[in-house]
């Protein structure tokens, strides 16, 4: 009876605060465009959940004014998107301009779209991207750390390559306005493309499949850490200098193209991939819900530097309900922000995990009701990583290991008794913008499971 009760309110709180959509098409003159077609009269649930603000106290995203996203669009702002091309007109129709547009709209993806897609269609590749000064084997043979030493690379190479990163950014990087809701239709997958969310306010992302957000010129970082890094550029999504940001029900991979497929050079792996939904650069008040991370490394960065300024009071977020499933680490790392992180299922394990929860410069984690299930060589107390910070508020933990029984653990307590120096069990603050009581921490898994990702909403 407890586990229909707790079903059924959650499909009654994704269901609720919807309006319905103008069953109106576009104006006549706009019907041969396939990206004006009327989304009401076709997908009923659909035009109900594009309309769907953030429910009320659903995490910091519901501070204040909360977070409605396009739900005041226009019938001429209704847009249903299958091309990269598509995408952009819907957002505004240029994506160097895109970010101030403000007009309230809804975006509904149908089907695949590749950001590596040219304005006709036509399949581009990392080399149709390069600067002609450019090449990653010329790159390998001048800044070999034999050969150039552990300095940052300069010169004509390198500034060849900051030339082509310049070029991919204006190509696979979407630039979303305020008052922007981007929805997936079944089947939706963006393809190696960054959702740039950056500068604006009230944004509503939700039920994508985000899939191999590529760098094609990685930059060689020799003096990070030990041995030096490859390091590249783009997120999935990627939230700056923004407020009121709801990203719910999506799904993060690297898809056919994995980490561990990638060559080595200078002895250190070939990355390709960034972080899958960071918030840096002062954003706040976010919320991150029912999501599902999938075989990800670097996951979900909150908060820019270790510097203290401008992040300050800022960096707000609520990580909840999400599916982590595989990934190596920040999961997430933060900060200075007051950071929420409840009812979340963490699978964990096997080569190349490091941590979970990375406890930055002033940070403040609360992570409640949590629920790991951990292979036989994760060692519980390695879930927490100090990054600078010095205290954590953690209680509910429930842990599963390889072929054990599910039991409560004190991950904090874990922690200190294996590492120092200790961490504080108290974050100094308390959350209060949750949407509902909170599970009990045994049936994280069985809910988030059922209902975390994309193509879990009611479409």
């Known amino acids: 009876m407890r586990r229909r009760t707790v079903t059924a309110a959650i499909l009654a709180a994704t269901l609720a605060a919807t309006t319905a959509v103008p069953a109106s098409a576009a104006p006549a003159g706009q019907r041969s465009s396939r990206a004006a077609e009327p989304i009401g009269r076709q997908e009923p649930a659909a035009g109900l959940l594009g309309r769907q603000a953030l429910p009320a106290n659903d995490g910091w995203a519901a501070e204040g004014a909360g977070t409605t996203g396009g739900g005041a669009a226009t019938a001429d702002r209704v847009r249903v998107v299958r091309t990269r091309a598509e995408l952009v007109a819907a957002l505004g129709g240029d994506n160097a301009t895109n970010a101030t547009d403000a007009t309230p709209k809804i975006v509904y993806v149908a089907g695949p779209i590749d950001g590596f897609e040219g304005p006709d269609g036509t399949p581009l590749g990392c080399a149709d991207l390069a600067d002609p000064e450019y090449s990653l084997p010329a790159y390998l043979a001048a800044y070999d750390p034999a050969v150039w030493g552990r300095v940052d690379p300069s010169g004509p190479l390198e500034a060849a390559r900051v030339r082509s990163v310049a070029a991919q950014t204006r190509q696979t990087q979407i630039n979303v306005g305020s008052n922007t809701t981007i929805i997936g239709l079944r089947g939706a997958r963006l393809t190696g493309l960054t959702l740039m969310i950056d500068r604006v306010t009230n944004v509503i992302v939700r039920n994508l499949e985000l899939a191999d957000a590529r760098d094609c010129f990685p930059a060689w970082s020799p003096t990070d850490g030990d041995a030096g890094n490859w390091n590249s550029q783009y997120d999935q999504i990627s939230v700056r200098r923004s407020e009121h940001v709801w990203v719910d029900h999506n799904t993060f991979t690297d898809g056919d193209n994995p980490d561990r497929a990638q060559p080595s050079y200078f002895g250190r792996p070939y990355q390709v991939h960034d972080g899958s939904l960071d918030v840096t650069h002062t954003a706040s008040l976010v919320t991150a819900s029912w999501n599902r991370f999938v075989g990800r490394d670097k996951l979900m960065l909150i908060g820019s530097s270790n ?94 290991q390889g072929d054990g029984r599910a039991r409560p653990v004190d991950l904090l307590a874990a922690y200190n008794a294996a590492h120092d120096p200790d961490l504080g069990g108290d974050a100094g603050w308390t959350p209060t913008l949750r949407a509902a009581p909170p599970l009990p921490t045994p049936l994280v898994p069985l809910v988030v499971g059922a209902w975390a990702g994309a193509g879990r909403l009611p479409l």
């Open 307 to 400: 510097t203290v300024g401008p992040d300050v009071d800022r960096l707000k977020v609520s990580v909840h309900h999400n599916l982590f499933d595989g990934d190596l680490q920040r999961l997430p790392r933060v900060r200075f922000g007051q950071v929420d992180v409840h009812e979340n299922h963490y699978r964990l394990g096997g080569p190349g995990f490091e941590y979970a929860l990375g406890v930055g410069v002033r940070s403040a984690i609360v992570a409640e009701h949590n629920f790991f299930t951990l292979a036989d060589d994760v060692d519980p107390a390695d879930l927490i990583r100090d990054w600078g910070g010095t205290a954590l508020t953690e209680r509910g933990s429930w842990v599963r």
